[in-house]
């Protein structure tokens, strides 16, 4: 396989058409190695537009909604970042080239060590993989300017948004299956969120995140 080739093939054919138009984006797709954040086994799907299996129930989401959500989540060379899910380390990766400072929970031990052997092989030095749950965690290092989920929820649970900076903003994927929403929420003052839905798509879910109640009145 000509690596550079299907990465090229990748941005120009999948990527850009979906409306990722941001050039710091598109460069870091072109300067990243996203086969290098692969499982062996499946290497060759590296560039494909597909979510690729990373073992433990988890995977890496497809390529264009990765940088999309990079793209929207317009990341700031000041910031401190939270990332909930780091799977395979690769959008880890994108958001430390972006910001200051990454801290990545990964709920399951041996995909959170992957992750940090990704990172350190890429040279990412401003990138912390921890393995917690990030349905429950509450850290110490924030509150953050930007929270990105790397899968889908039901809903932003409060402690999650509890942990935003006034100013900052959360990036997920929100909703149930046949249609989910790219969804930012700002919080616009202590008490006070704004949500705006963004594009619509379907993604795995994250772990031990609550359903929505199923009862109808």
């Given at each position: 396989?000509?690596?550079?080739?299907?990465?090229?093939?990748?941005?120009?054919?999948?990527?850009?058409?979906?409306?990722?138009?941001?050039?710091?984006?598109?460069?870091?797709?072109?300067?990243?190695?996203?086969?290098?954040?692969?499982?062996?086994?499946?290497?060759?799907?590296?560039?494909?537009?597909?979510?690729?299996?990373?073992?433990?129930?988890?995977?890496?989401?497809?390529?264009?909604?990765?940088?999309?959500?990079l793209q929207d989540a317009a990341?700031?060379?000041?910031?401190?970042?939270?990332?909930?899910?780091?799977?395979?380390?690769?959008?880890?990766?994108?958001?430390?080239?972006?910001?200051?400072?990454?801290?990545?929970?990964?709920?399951?031990?041996?995909?959170?060590?992957?992750?940090?052997?990704?990172?350190?092989?890429?040279?990412?030095?401003?990138?912390?993989?921890?393995?917690?749950?990030?349905?429950?965690?509450?850290?110490?290092?924030?509150?953050?300017?930007?929270?990105?989920?790397?899968?889908?929820?039901?809903?932003?649970?409060?402690?999650?948004?509890?942990?935003?900076?006034?100013?900052?903003?959360?990036?997920?994927?929100?909703g149930a299956e046949p249609m989910?929403?790219?969804?930012?929420?700002?919080?616009?003052?202590?008490?006070?969120?704004?949500?705006?839905?963004?594009?619509?798509?379907?993604?795995?879910?994250?772990?031990?995140?609550?359903?929505?109640?199923?009862?109808?009145?």
């Amino acid at each position: 396989m000509n690596l550079e080739q299907a990465r090229f093939n990748m941005i120009e054919q999948q990527i850009r058409p979906w409306n990722v138009l941001d050039d710091e984006v598109l460069r870091l797709l072109s300067v990243v190695k996203r086969e290098d954040f692969v499982p062996l086994a499946h290497k060759a799907l590296a560039f494909v537009d597909l979510e690729i299996p990373l073992g433990q129930g988890q995977c890496m989401l497809a390529p264009r909604i990765e940088a999309r959500l990079l793209q929207d989540a317009a990341v700031q060379k000041h910031e401190k970042v939270l990332q909930i899910g780091t799977g395979s380390g690769f959008m880890t990766a994108l958001l430390a080239h972006q910001a200051q400072r990454v801290i990545s929970l990964e709920i399951n031990s041996e995909l959170a060590q992957q992750a940090r052997l990704n990172l350190q092989k890429a040279g990412i030095h401003n990138a912390e993989v921890r393995q917690l749950d990030g349905a429950t965690a509450v850290l110490a290092d924030g509150p953050f300017d930007l929270i990105v989920l790397s899968g889908s929820v039901a809903e932003v649970p409060a402690t999650l948004l509890a942990q935003l900076k006034v100013g900052g903003r959360l990036i997920g994927i929100v909703g149930a299956e046949p249609m989910m929403c790219v969804t930012r929420i700002a919080r616009s003052a202590e008490a006070e969120f704004i949500t705006l839905a963004l594009w619509d798509t379907v993604a795995p879910r994250l772990l031990n995140f609550p359903e929505a109640s199923q009862f109808q009145f």
